[in-house]
């Protein structure tokens, strides 16, 4: 995704509910859109954020869909990769993985506009370019690079779905595992014997063991390349001791 935003300082730069923008611009509108933020983004909301009315709004958007669009483009125009300081290739994508989760799950909406194709390539060729470039000088070609990191975006994207839709479980009172529970309570004790164990492993909730579940995969692209996994697994252990850490924070 793009690591810059399209909107000029000096527009940014103007406030809102301050009565009507000295120049509404559609680049105001997303960024108004951003502010709103997806859960609440309607044309009324954004109209009333900027102090205009919902007809002068059209002249700018052309529905609902075209502000999520717009609200799209400035989220992931603000994610920023992880920084590269020399570190491992796959220290630096297990660091990519956890972001993009973390970031997908912190705004739903984004992702699912993401999921939607709304996010395209003139957004996020720059942050694309320099994820291969990334990967490249550790000695990645281009296709082991597109490849590598595809796993591991689409690892992270999955993951952040499991999420989501647990919490949405959760809200609506039929989290997964106790889902399990409720279906095994009622079926002989001779059946589903392999749900049985799955629920006995789960020892919190059916989204834990990502970073486990990452590292497999990483060891799998340095088994490919001929990589010696010991004292990466020792580094990766010990970033995924740090983020446990501060996610009990």
């Not at 063991?209 to 996994?229: N, P, Q, V």
């Amino acid at each position: 995704m793009s690591k810059t935003s399209s909107l000029q300082p000096a527009e940014a730069a103007i406030r809102r509910k301050v009565g009507r923008p000295a120049r509404l611009t559609r680049e105001l509108v997303a960024e108004a859109a951003h502010e709103v933020g997806f859960e609440n983004l309607t044309m009324r909301t954004v109209a009333d954020h900027l102090g205009v009315s919902v007809p002068g709004l059209y002249h700018y958007v052309r529905n609902k869909e075209d502000l999520l669009r717009l609200a799209a483009e400035v989220s992931s125009g603000r994610m920023q990769l992880p920084e590269d300081h020399g570190q491992h290739w796959a220290v630096w994508l297990y660091e990519c993985a956890v972001h993009n989760r973390r970031a997908f799950v912190a705004e739903p909406g984004l992702l699912k506009q993401f999921v939607d194709g709304a996010i395209g390539a003139d957004k996020n060729s720059d942050s694309m370019d320099t994820v291969l470039g990334t990967l490249v000088r550790q000695g990645f070609t281009i296709h082991e690079a597109r490849l590598a990191y595809g796993l591991i975006s689409e690892f992270a994207i999955g993951a952040a779905v499991s999420i989501i839709r647990e919490r949405l479980a959760a809200v609506e009172g039929r989290p997964t595992l106790a889902e399990f529970h409720r279906v095994l309570a009622v079926r002989d004790p001779a059946e589903l014997a392999h749900i049985r164990a799955l629920v006995a492993d789960i020892t919190t909730d059916p989204t834990t063991g990502f970073h486990e579940s990452l590292g497999t995969i990483l060891r799998g692209i340095a088994a490919e390349r001929g990589s010696r996994w010991g004292p990466i697994e020792d580094k990766l252990k010990a970033l995924a001791a740090d983020h446990s850490t501060r996610a009990a924070r």
